[in-house]
């Protein structure tokens, strides 16, 4: 019996590897030929021996480089020509409209994007008018556009980028899930915790914010680090888990100073496994600008952490403000300030938000479900066309 195949497309590699995580081994064992589809990287070598599929390399930039996508488009269009995959689905902007695009030319019969963001939403002028094209045209070649959270639905129908019909949400939202047995207090131990504070120099009676991510402007950093430092709360620390991008949406310079003068800022760059940093932490502060549906958050919850989040769409719909944590108005330097205060203060709220945190993520957003839910529809759709 023939497999059937099914490609699954992003940008970079690592997105491949990290976003989606598990789901393209569940696939496969369901009857599907899994190919998956990213630029060069160590990664993608990665991603083919941990879940066992075939991986394919075509360059894709991030950035927009007309020439450099024409040259893509060329390639992912020869490639699925080639191929007839029976399903596309690609994930991330720039994947998403060249892989579209290239299998609508290439007759793909389900071509299906999915929506974990809107950078857009944050450009102005020309370039906000080309994003929006972009998107429409995205949207337009795919049979299928799945945003990621109930919030992004919302705003793609306001804005007019497709019609409701071609709209779902899967499951309760999230591109992958969480598995919430990876992410568990009982996974670190408490020597390897003591040990961490200890080579972290936070005190025992320390309370620690943690923020996790890229270091740059539209998550939020600039407002988390000026908060922290004007707070100046006895005993806190603030520990800081991502790599500072540079190039893209780069930090202030004051901001920048401030986390390599203030010695209650801990910053210790990208780490592969994050649990052992959300392990010796107290509470999320995550007051990004836009997100899809964010990892970062289902995973603090799901270690025990209660949340102060940005009123945006995905925070929104993880966090609800009094039970699992605070939602503060985006970009909103008082009002992160109001939320941290009494966060660390309120020892009877915060340990309220700390009880229903790991069982209000484990309820709505265990991985199986998630993937159980997009077979479901992989299969729908299928079943549909042979009819």
């Not at 919302?154 to 409701?164: P, Y």
Request: charged letters at 25%; glycine letters at 6%; hydrophobic letters at 40%.
């Amino acid at each position: 019996m023939n497999r059937i195949k099914l490609f699954r497309i992003t940008t970079v590699p690592i997105s491949l590897k990290t976003l989606l995580k598990g789901q393209h081994f569940f696939m496969s064992d369901n009857g599907f030929e899994v190919v998956g589809v990213s630029s060069f990287g160590k990664e993608l070598g990665e991603v083919s021996e941990d879940e066992g599929i075939r991986t394919v390399a075509i360059e894709m930039s991030r950035q927009i480089t007309p020439l450099q996508d024409l040259k893509s488009l060329w390639k992912m269009w020869n490639f699925l020509r080639k191929e007839k995959p029976e399903i596309v689905h690609t994930h991330t902007p720039k994947a998403g409209t060249i892989g579209m695009l290239a299998a609508k030319l290439a007759g793909v019969p389900h071509r299906l994007h999915t929506v974990a963001g809107l950078p857009l939403m944050e450009a102005k002028g020309n370039k906000r008018k080309i994003l929006n094209f972009v998107e429409k045209i995205t949207y337009s070649c795919a049979t299928k556009v799945y945003p990621n959270s109930k919030g992004l639905y919302h705003i793609i129908l306001e804005n007019n980028f497709t019609t409701k019909n071609k709209l779902k949400v899967i499951a309760n939202g999230s591109s992958n899930g969480i598995n919430t047995e990876y992410f568990s207090p009982e996974s670190i131990s408490d020597q390897e915790k003591q040990e961490l504070k200890k080579t972290l120099n936070i005190q025992p009676d320390d309370f620690v914010f943690i923020f996790v991510g890229r270091l740059v402007r539209d998550k939020g950093v600039n407002e988390l680090i000026v908060a922290f430092s004007e707070l100046n709360l006895p005993n806190a620390k603030l520990l800081l888990v991502g790599r500072e991008e540079k190039d893209l949406d780069p930090l202030e310079i004051n901001t920048i100073k401030e986390i390599q003068k203030n010695e209650n800022i801990i910053a210790v760059g990208f780490q592969k496994d994050v649990r052992l940093y959300f392990a010796i932490a107290d509470c999320l502060a995550f007051p990004s600008y836009r997100e899809g549906f964010p990892n970062v958050v289902m995973q603090a919850g799901a270690m025990g952490l209660p949340s102060i989040v940005s009123d945006i769409n995905g925070c929104n719909e993880i966090i609800a403000e009094g039970e699992n944590g605070c939602i503060i108005p985006s970009k909103s330097v008082e009002e992160l300030k109001l939320a941290m205060k009494k966060m660390k203060e309120d020892k009877s709220l915060y340990y309220s938000l700390q009880q229903n945190s790991r069982r209000m993520i484990v309820e709505r957003y265990q991985q199986e479900a998630v993937w159980k839910a997009l077979l479901e529809e992989y299969n729908f759709l299928i079943a549909g066309r042979n009819v």
